[in-house]
């Protein structure tokens, strides 16, 4: 299995320009998490999907932010207007089932800089 | 989640044991103990879990203190690869949160040649 793809890796964009990052989790994974890091705040949970239903979006900072999953193999993030403190990796990770038991599986992240 | 307590870093020689620690005083007892490990530059992966009786992979041992307030994991032979740092996590599964997965600020282990 390839593991958790996102695309891209790496983006440089303008402050106020929309942003999309892209996740494909892993085939038969039903939960899908996007994460935020950061120094300043390490790694947070922005939006947790289940079956491709958002299920928890408490995380996400503010309406500039949206996740959509259009079906199980594709997910998006979208930053619109993007502002320089947007700058940081954001990461995707799909897990298998609903139990807490069950390990979460990273992809290698997006690297956003926002100047 | 509860919260978890662990040493900001850690050193280990090349082919030794390393054994990372991690307190969870306020631990309940549908907590499991969680370990993923960050490599540079790479996303979070999962290492070991355990609810109560130590456990063994091929990545790792955990050991869990018969009160569970702490728990530590054992690499057994570090590599150079094994550099990373690696969160201790409490994952509560009888709640509807028991979903997420909530990172500090882990220890991070160095490797020395």
């Known amino acids: 299995d390839a593991g958790v793809i996102q695309s891209p890796r790496h983006e440089v964009t303008e402050m106020g320009q929309e942003v999309t990052l892209r996740c494909k989790p892993i085939s038969g994974h039903n939960s899908l998490f996007w994460y935020r890091q950061t120094m300043m705040r390490g790694l947070e949970l922005l939006i947790y999907?289940?079956?491709?239903?958002?299920?928890?979006d408490s995380g996400m900072p503010e309406d500039r932010f949206s996740a959509k999953m259009p079906n199980a193999s594709f997910s998006t993030l979208k930053i619109q207007p993007s502002e320089p403190r947007d700058s940081a990796v954001y990461f995707c990770?799909?897990?298998?089932?609903?139990?807490?038991?069950?390990?979460?599986?990273f992809g290698p992240g997006t690297r956003l800089t926002v100047t | 989640d509860a919260k978890t307590t662990q040493p900001n870093s850690m050193e280990s020689n090349e082919e030794e044991p390393v054994h990372l620690p991690c307190n969870h005083s306020?631990?309940?007892?549908?907590?499991?103990i969680h370990w993923y490990r960050q490599l540079p530059s790479q996303g979070p992966e999962y290492v070991i879990h355990?609810?109560?009786s130590n456990v063994n992979n091929r990545m790792a041992s955990l050991a869990i203190a018969e009160d569970r307030k702490s728990s530590t994991l054992i690499l057994h032979r570090a590599t150079l690869r094994d550099a990373a740092v690696y969160y201790c996590i409490l994952r509560d599964t009888s709640g509807a949160g028991s979903y997420q997965l909530t990172f500090g600020k882990g220890t991070k282990l160095s490797v020395i040649p």
């Open positions: 355990g609810l109560t």
């Open positions: 999907f289940n079956n491709n239903v958002p299920i928890d």
């Open positions: 990770a799909s897990r298998q089932g609903t139990s807490a038991t069950y390990e979460q599986y």
């Open positions: 306020t631990i309940s007892g549908t907590d499991y």
